[in-house]
């Protein structure tokens, strides 16, 4: 979602309220009312975080599936157990997604068209290379898809490797897009401990150019 830096869109909704009361009735002790639309504000404010819905804390470690299909983490596929760091990797495809007008990755076994762990694991391996031992050695669920020597078992699905140089098209200037793009890695890697955390993020250069 964006903020709202414009706050006249509310003191107009409060106006019109007090002049024109929207429909409302009571059900069960409480009053039901008839929602009204905002105005388009003005001006926009940042984009903020939302939806806190399925949180749950982070501080300990956690094996459940989560996340939509494209955004799992791959700790989250193989079954590593997870903490915070799977947040990190999930906003580094939403803003990839922002700016870049499609996602990462899609999971879509190109035989069924459906999503597939192994074919999002494929698209991973086609953009950052084969994972760590040390990750696999971690995950409850890697036998599924890799040997004990590490090697993918769905090798037809595996295409050459393209970095994400060659994947971003949207940033014209040239020093821009490198800020972007060492973002980018900043969040997207394989093991979640090499991942920055969120307040290192809130660091980062291009990031705090952005905001000013």
């Given amino acids: 979602m964006f903020g709202i830096a ?7 909704f409060m106006e019109n309220e007090l002049h024109t009361p929207c429909p409302r009735k009571e059900l069960d002790g ?5 929602s009204q639309e905002l105005r388009m504000p003005r001006e926009w404010g940042a984009p903020v975080l939302c939806d806190f819905g399925s949180a749950m804390p982070g501080d300990i470690e956690h094996l459940e599936d989560i996340q939509p299909n494209v ?11 997870w903490t915070y760091s799977v947040d990190i990797w999930n906003v580094g495809c939403m803003i990839w997604n922002v700016f870049e007008g499609g996602s990462l990755f899609t999971g879509l076994d190109p035989k069924s068209q459906t999503y597939r762990s192994q074919a999002h694991l494929a698209e991973i391996i086609n953009l950052l290379g084969p994972p ?11 036998h599924k898809f ?22 971003e098209t949207t940033i014209e200037d040239a020093e821009d897009k490198a800020c972007f793009l060492r973002l980018m890695r900043k ?15 809130q660091e980062d250069e291009w990031i705090r150019k952005n905001l000013e």
């Fill in 132 to 142: 760590p031992s040390s990750l696999l050695a971690r995950g409850r669920l890697s």
């Fill in 146 to 167: 890799f040997s004990d020597e590490g090697t993918f078992h769905a090798k037809d699905l595996l295409t050459d490797q393209i970095p994400l140089e060659k994947r």
């Fill in 6 to 12: 414009d706050d006249s869109v509310f003191s107009d």
């Fill in 30 to 34: 409480r009053t039901i009312y008839v």
């Fill in 187 to 201: 969040m997207l890697q394989w093991e979640p401990e090499q991942r920055s955390s969120a307040k290192e993020l």
């Fill in 71 to 81: 955004y799992r983490a791959p700790e989250v596929i193989l079954e590593v157990p």
